[in-house]
């Protein structure tokens, strides 16, 4: 038996070593194909499974932590029924930047292996780095999450209160500020902020 493995374990290397010998042009060119076609619908259909809220709220750590605030929020419930799922805010929608935030994010199961915030009062003593390392990575990137739904191009200063109309206004011509400048607290409740410099 083992015998037979061997030869046919040797016959199927000799195959994988020089398949131009066994195979057509034609056919591996088509096979390849095929198998490019099959692991890019892969790849896209396991990238989109893991970029659903469902998949997000999967762990107990964010269901039962930001999860929980999200609800209390006009981005999860409003008049016009809009909704903003965790992937919204923090996963580009652009394919390059989608695939550059996923790897990023892959440190996050480390977090879940060792238990990192297993616990309310875990999550609680780490929850300002947490966030402040989120705030990071929007300023970095102009927030553009946030720009994927909100664009001052369509902004009616108007219809927003004096305050917020002025403070958008300026902003948008002098550019100097984003949206996770003001907006930190948005979607989450802020952590203990006492120590940490404001501006």
Not at 35 to 59: D, I, K, P, Q, R
Not at 70 to 76: A, D, P, Q, R, V
Not at 119 to 141: G, Y
Request: hydrophobic share 35%; with cysteine.
């Amino acid at each position: 038996m083992l015998a037979r493995l061997r030869v046919l374990a040797r016959r199927y290397w000799q195959v994988l070593r020089r398949p131009s010998v066994h195979f057509s042009l034609g056919f591996l060119t088509i096979g390849g194909f095929i198998a490019g076609v099959v692991f890019w619908g892969a790849f896209n259909t396991a990238l989109e499974a893991t970029n659903s809220e469902a998949f997000c709220t999967s762990c107990h750590e964010m269901r039962d932590n930001v999860f929980e605030e999200l609800k209390h929020t006009i981005h999860y419930s409003n008049r016009s029924g809009v909704r903003a799922t965790c992937p919204d805010c923090h996963v580009p929608h652009q394919w390059t930047d989608k695939i550059a935030r996923k790897m990023q994010a892959s440190k996050e199961v480390w977090g879940k292996l060792f238990g990192t915030i297993n616990t309310r009062e875990k999550f609680l003593e780490k929850r300002l780095e947490l966030a402040a390392h989120e705030w990071q990575r929007l300023k970095a990137n102009d927030s553009l999450e946030c720009r994927n739904c909100h664009n001052f191009a369509y902004m009616d200063f108007t219809r927003q209160s004096p305050r917020a109309g002025q403070i958008h206004a300026r902003w948008l011509q002098e550019g100097d500020k984003t949206c996770i400048d003001c907006h930190k607290g948005v979607a989450h409740r802020l952590p203990d902020m006492a120590g940490v410099p404001q501006g």
